[in-house]
């Protein structure tokens, strides 16, 4: 059974360009959400994504968008990327609801130059 | 708003035992429970929800006090394999999804 799978593991931008990243769910689960780790720092929530629709969002500026498909894999944009975006993005799905024990990706470490 | 975590650091020898902290200014609904090693992604421990129900599948205990919006996560006799870094994450009530972590306890175990 496979777990959460994100690609692509690392990855090197300069400031201004866009990236995607993209996210595979664990099987038979029907959320996705998106996280920002900051060396040292616990997860910042990005957004969530249930039935291909953003659900909540954290303090995260326009640039950051996402979208989720019918199989529920999703993919997290970036658009006009700043040296501070630099971090480890993280996936974790889950089942519906706001008690459900969230199983992460490996993540995409994202460098910006 | 952000939960507070302590101690940020503790260092055990094997077999010793530990006891996390986490605290919220705001009404919570529920604590969820993560542990992350270097370079790897989190893990989930357990959640805790107001009335006492709890959801977890390793061997490690943890409390919920509503009224003081305080959650404590016990681990004992400690193994080699608990080091990491453990994060407590809250969730308002209602229709709010959001999982907002704290900065984490560096738990070491050493031999």
């Known amino acids: 059974d496979a777990g959460v799978t994100q690609s692509p593991t690392h990855l090197i931008k300069t400031r201004g360009q866009q990236v995607t990243l993209r996210c595979s769910p664990k099987?038979?689960?029907?959320?996705v959400s998106w996280y920002q780790q900051a060396l040292g720092q616990g997860p910042q929530f990005i957004f969530q994504?249930?039935?291909?629709?953003?659900?909540q969002r954290g303090n995260f500026p326009d640039r950051f968008s996402g979208h989720q498909f019918p199989n529920y894999s999703s993919e997290l944009n970036v658009n006009a990327l700043l040296l501070g975006d630099s971090a480890l993005y993280l996936c974790?799905?889950?089942?519906?609801?706001?008690?459900?024990?969230?199983?992460f990706g490996d993540g995409t470490r994202l460098s910006i130059l | 708003q952000q939960p507070v975590q302590s101690p940020q650091a503790v260092i055990l020898r094997e077999g010793e035992d530990a006891v996390i902290n986490c605290s919220s200014s705001?009404?919570?609904?529920?604590v969820h429970w993560y542990r992350q090693k270097h370079g790897e992604a989190p893990v989930f421990l357990m959640i805790?929800?107001?009335?006492?129900e709890q959801k977890g599948h390793e061997k490690i205990s943890a409390s919920f006090n509503e009224k003081k919006q305080q959650s404590s996560l016990y681990l004992t006799a400690s193994q080699l394999s608990y080091s990491g870094t453990y994060f407590c994450?809250?969730?308002?009530?209602?229709?709010?999804?959001?999982?907002?972590f704290g900065k984490g306890t560096l738990l070491t175990v050493n031999p």
């Open positions: 994450g809250t969730v308002g009530g209602g229709s709010n999804y959001k999982l907002t």
């Open positions: 974790a799905s889950s089942l519906q609801g706001n008690n459900q024990p969230q199983h």
């Open positions: 805790l929800l107001k009335g006492g």
């Open positions: 994504y249930y039935e291909e629709e953003e659900r």
């Open positions: 705001k009404a919570l609904y529920s």
């Open positions: 099987s038979g689960h029907d959320t």
